[in-house]
């Protein structure tokens, strides 16, 4: 039997490697054999999980099958990075754990919903769906029982009117998931936005030349405060969040440093002041941008009082540190409670958020004209022209978040807002006004859903001779993208400014860029940040902040589209640019340094710098192909493939699809 199974799993990859797998049915034509087969053996591992795990909830007993299921899937995936990392960055492994037991939790919740005797359709339908998926959450070794247990009790009831209401299922809802093998289309979820006006037929190539009447405006994104830090506390621990309970006296690591630190950790009060007062200190500031996400990363555990306390007590901090400096806003993922839900009228008054768009009105106003009030108020969003010429349009980018909840509820609720955004675009034309946008997330992040990014992109790209600059943050890395048309041309740059949490392995930074008076273009950035590891070394002193970079002086002076375009592809050409991109990106933080960037870590880096849209790659494609030439001229000894190492290189998920087809055909 042995020998059997092993010349099918042979035989199988034999298949694999030749390109000549059968058409599996319902997985997308545009995969790969190895992405169709393993996408088709997630779906089907997920079906019997969520057969196996009902009968196991009703009985109380498990079948051997799962057992075998549970003892393969709860050590195969990493309990951290699937909740810190982004999806898309995730190794194979953990995005074939993560797509399979989306769709089967899905399954299982939808099943005990059907019947009039199901398990969720009593009296004690709340109780028994939180039994259900702590059960899952414990049986899979998702995360800790305080982590499921906390996000059950804040998403839950979103989840119940959600699960009742919508027509997607559970294929469709992880499909829209970043991860290749759990994508499919539904056609429910597709959107299209009219348009007015033409495309632009050739790259942004605007470059205008700096001058001493330059705007200087600082970029604060991603402060995530969070006020129970406790120096000298447990840095390493099971959660997603660290940095708050008491180290265990027989703890193997240290504990958390005093100005914050490298791990699963958000930032200390104290450290935000000193950023504050250094930068008051030695910038002279005409404007502040601030692009989100006040709160910390304790998901599972946050308040709705809790989170506007830390809002208001940010804001005061920037009024008493800048009280002659406008601040702009726009909202982060992490404002609301629970975290990254957004909903609008078309959702039930409970489970709304209008709760924060009231409070932070209260804050912003200060700031902002009477006007904006109404779009504040009803969506998280506002545009504000601060001087002739010149028009800031701040937007809330949870309707792109795909951990915003209500997107599977009903994905066109989006539109409201791109149409908004269309609208208030067109009318700046009109008036001859240069637009700043301010938006959390950027397009071409793999957490940003795509559909939505596509529409995006094509306002930005029918408005990029009115837009001279967007801002984001979100990632908390130091880098850039830059959008392309449908044919390929560069038409805007997003600009992203790191941020002051040191969550996970980055040091602190902030970013001032200069502007320049007329069309607000940027022409230069400086980006600030101080070496943890150092600070740590002397909590009693003051941390030092330094310039860890000029754009211009290390990169190009050619700060247009189409400038950052020609950069793109210097850096396919000459990979050491893109190396030395990539430290600055990561903050030069000891952590990132020490574990390098190897070549898929670089293709990964310059890859992202030309994505837009997730899902939309052509320019990604055309500069890996120049990359690659440059890297095997690097390494002109490596050897090449000879079939034999590709066997060796399959994936995680290629192996266990391969495993699971032994299975089901012996």
């Known amino acids: 039997m042995y020998i059997q199974r092993t010349l099918l799993l042979l035989g199988v990859a034999s298949l694999l490697a030749s390109g000549q797998a059968h058409s599996l049915p319902g997985v997308p034509s545009s995969f790969t054999t190895e992405e169709r087969l393993t996408a088709a053996i997630s779906a089907s591992v997920a079906e019997e999980i969520s057969q196996e795990f009902v009968e196991y909830l009703k009985t109380g007993l498990e079948s051997p099958r799962l057992q075998q299921l549970g003892a393969e899937l709860r050590t195969a995936h990493s309990q951290k990075d699937i909740f810190t990392e982004p999806l898309v960055d995730l190794s194979a492994a953990d995005q074939y754990f993560t797509c399979t037991l989306c769709r089967a939790t899905v399954n299982v919740i939808a099943r005990s919903f059907t019947g009039p005797n199901g398990e969720l359709t009593g009296p004690n339908r709340d109780e028994n769906a939180k039994k259900t998926l702590l059960s899952i959450c414990d049986y899979f ?92 506390s447990l840095a390493d621990c099971a959660e997603p969040m660290c940095c708050r309970d008491i180290l265990p006296a027989d703890a193997s690591s240290t504990g958390a440093g005093y100005w914050s630190d490298y791990r699963n950790c958000d930032t200390p009060r104290h450290l935000i002041v000193n950023a504050f007062e250094h930068i008051g200190e030695n910038h002279k500031l005409d404007w502040i941008y601030h692009t989100g996400d006040v709160p910390p990363h304790n998901v599972w555990s946050t308040t709705r009082q809790g989170n506007m306390d830390m809002l208001t ?103 409201e807002q791109l149409q908004w955004f269309h609208d208030t675009l067109l009318a700046a034309e009109e008036a001859g006004e240069h637009v700043h946008v301010l938006t959390h997330i950027p397009s071409g992040d793999g957490d940003c859903w795509s559909d939505w990014s596509r529409e995006y992109n094509r306002i930005v790209a029918r408005f990029s001779r009115v837009i001279t600059g967007i801002f984001n943050g979100h990632t908390h890395k130091d880098e850039m993208n830059v959008h392309y048309t449908e044919t390929g041309l560069a038409v805007a740059v997003s600009w992203n400014g790191g941020s002051l949490t040191s969550y996970s392995n980055m040091n602190p930074n902030y970013r001032v860029y200069e502007l320049h008076p007329e069309t607000l273009q940027v022409l230069e950035h400086h980006t600030y940040t101080l070496n943890l590891t150092e600070a740590n070394l002397k909590p009693d002193e003051p941390p030092i902040w330094h310039k860890e970079y000029e754009f211009g002086e ?41 574990a390098g960037c190897d070549d898929s870590c670089l293709n990964t880096t310059l890859c992202r710098l030309a994505t837009s849209n997730y899902k939309e790659r052509q320019r990604c494609r055309e500069l890996l192909v120049i990359l690659k030439e440059s890297l095997d001229k690097e390494n002109p000894e490596q050897p090449q493939d000879d079939g034999v190492a590709a066997l060796a290189a399959y994936s995680f998920t290629s192996l266990l699809g391969l495993v699971c087809v032994v299975r089901y055909l012996l």
């Open 313 to 415: 007590e940010i804001d005061a901090l920037l009024t008493s540190h800048f009280p002659e400096i406008p601040v702009y806003p726009c909202l982060g993922n992490h404002e609301p409670h629970p975290a990254n839900v957004f909903g609008n009228d078309e959702i039930p008054d409970s489970l709304r958020v209008d709760w924060l768009y009231e409070h932070v009105w209260s804050l912003w106003k200060k700031w902002l004209p009477k006007e904006a009030e109404a779009t504040v108020r009803r969506g998280g969003y506002y545009t504000h022209s601060p001087k002739a010429g010149h028009r800031i349009v701040a937007l809330n980018s949870m309707d792109c978040y795909l951990y915003n909840w209500w997107l599977f509820y009903n994905g066109s609720i989006v539109l």
């Open 554 to 594: 290390q990169f190009t002076t050619n700060t247009s589209p189409a400038g950052i375009d020609e950069l793109l592809e210097k850096m396919a050409k000459q990979p050491d640019i893109l190396r030395k991109f990539w430290r600055y990106k990561m903050t030069e933080a000891d952590p990132k340094l020490a």
């Open 141 to 232: 070794s998702i995360q800790t029982p305080e982590v499921c247990s906390g996000l059950f009790d804040l998403n839950w009831p979103i989840f119940d009117y959600i699960f009742n209401e919508t027509i997607a299922e559970a294929q469709s809802i992880c499909g829209m998931l970043p991860i290749q093998i759990c994508q499919l289309q539904q056609a429910e979820y597709n959107l299209n936005l009219t348009i007015v006006g033409e495309m632009p037929t050739e790259s942004n190539s605007a470059s205008p030349e700096r001058s001493d009447n330059d705007y200087r405006v600082l970029h604060l994104t991603d402060i995530h405060y969070d006020p129970e830090y406790k120096s000298g």
